[in-house]
């Protein structure tokens, strides 16, 4: 009797191709659905250069910029370059395709070694993979799906240098964390020494720690490089100049200030002609021999406003010194809207606004697999009430995960590197994340959500293990 070749194919291989089958079936529904890529992102969103620099002037223009990381211009400006604006929406549209994909066979891959549960990891795995929010992110024009992969690169390089320590598996783990530094100004280089020193720590015992040590030592010189660039350059040392803005959403939300002698008066990331008498000295004279748009204009590709202009830099101070004040004078009020934050960081992805318009075509389904009750609210009020309620599965999810972690941990007295580099990273955001933004939170830990899809396996692994341990006890006695 002829066996089939499915026979003679690894067991991992055939779990691939499921993954591919489910992927390629759920994306070509997802396009009937009327969900399609977001490719205009390109023109609109405040993050990107103009288009013109992005074709003409990229390194000098990513040089130059004062309010990003370099990293996701250099990818956009690299496809546009290599591809044009006439193809590059298609070469961008495969990519991202191919990112969900890729993500999802290096869980899976990361799940099976952690865990040596094959059915298990590719049934967390199909449960990433489906999610209307990893959906509608694969289909936004924006760095949530690279970070993930760059994350999910860490992690399984960190498996790879918890079991031999070379260069090879130290630089496989740095390399993509400086990219991630250099791609989200989230991640800071606060995020970049507590990581290396944990790490440092970790293997101070091991003979080639020494290894550990000079790849840490590399990658904050690149990342501290890029702060220092931006200090000489702008007098700015960090990665991004927009901190002050970013702030007063969260500080100043549902605190409206009339005083127009305040510039917090005027709602934050406005044109900046808006902001002319609160810039006691332009600094568009001193940057206009660099011949870099972005820097001296006030409008990018002719219409939408230019949030690189180098007088945000003021703009982004005076925020930030009128939310301290404001801060200092109503410390409940800011804690309340650090609360709120921080239960948005558990609200289901597909909430975040930019995603909103997507997310109605697929409401229904959305509905039923992350608790998305916004579909359903009509006024400010409700909507408000279902973001609190949408959040509490995702709360108690987190909250029993974690325990069952750290938990462990204690029994054995000891937690793994990669346990501990997830726990430290999701406590950042979350912690980073509620302080100094509004309403994009559940952004910010869905580019996580692979992460704890790994710790959310060993805990279901513990538990499963001490229900069998326990129905084993109770059948001897």
């Not at 917090?264 to 044109?271: C, G, K, L």
Request: glycine share 2%.
């Amino acid at each position: 009797m002829r066996k089939s070749i499915i026979q003679y194919l690894p067991t991992n291989t055939l779990q691939v191709f499921f993954i591919a089958f489910i992927f390629i079936v759920s994306r070509v529904l997802l396009y009937f659905s009327g969900v399609t890529f977001d490719y205009s992102a390109l023109f609109r969103y405040w993050q990107f250069l103009d288009i013109e620099t992005l074709q003409h002037n990229l390194l000098k223009g990513v040089w130059y910029s004062h309010a990003q990381p370099p990293v996701y211009n250099l990818f956009l400006g690299g496809i546009i370059k290599l591809f044009g604006t006439a193809n590059s929406e298609t070469v961008f549209i495969i990519i991202y395709k191919l990112l969900t994909l890729t993500n999802t066979i290096l869980l899976f891959r990361i799940l099976k070694r952690m865990t040596q549960r094959l059915n298990l990891s590719l049934v967390i795995s199909l449960l990433y993979v489906l999610s209307p929010a990893t959906m509608l992110f694969e289909n936004e024009l924006f760095y949530t799906s690279l970070v993930s992969l760059l994350f999910l690169c860490c992690c399984y390089s960190l498996i790879k240098l918890s079991q031999n320590i070379n260069a090879n598996s130290a630089l496989s783990f740095f390399i993509p964390l400086t990219l991630i530094c250099l791609t989200r100004s989230m991640y800071h280089l606060v995020f970049l020494i507590v990581i290396c020193i944990v790490l440092i720590a970790y293997f101070r015992t091991n003979k080639k720690r020494n290894v550990i040590l000079v790849s840490t030592l590399i990658s904050f010189s690149v990342v501290c490089g890029w702060y220092v660039k931006n200090y000489f350059i702008f007098g700015q040392f960090s990665a991004s100049s927009w901190m002050g803005m970013n702030i007063s959403r969260n500080v100043l939300h549902d605190n409206e200030i009339t005083d127009s002698s305040q510039i917090a008066s005027i709602p934050p990331f406005s044109p900046i002609s808006h902001y002319h008498s609160f810039i006691k000295e332009s600094q568009v004279e001193k940057f206009k021999s660099k011949k870099v748009k972005d820097l001296t204009e006030e409008w990018k590709n002719d219409s939408l406003k230019n949030l690189s202009h180098i007088d945000y830099i003021t703009v982004s101070k005076r925020y930030q010194e009128e939310c301290i004040q404001h801060i200092k004078k109503h410390p409940v009020s800011y804690l309340k809207n650090v609360t709120q934050s921080g239960i948005i960081f558990f609200a289901p992805g597909t909430m975040y606004s930019l995603t909103q318009q997507q997310a109605q075509k697929i409401k229904y389904y959305d509905a039923v697999y992350s608790f998305n009750l916004s579909h359903f609210s009509k006024t400010k009020e409700s909507r408000r009430l279902a973001l609190v309620t949408s959040a509490v599965p995702k709360i108690i999810i987190y909250l029993s995960v974690l325990f069952l972690i750290i938990r462990e941990g204690f029994r054995r007295k000891k937690i793994s590197p990669l346990n501990l580099f997830i726990l430290i990273t999701i406590l950042f955001v979350f912690t980073t994340g509620s302080l100094f933004e509004h309403y994009e939170n559940m952004r910010f830990r869905y580019e996580l959500e692979p992460m704890f899809l790994i710790l959310a396996i060993q805990a279901l692994v513990i538990l499963l293990s001490s229900k069998y341990k326990s129905k084993s006890g109770y059948s001897r006695g």
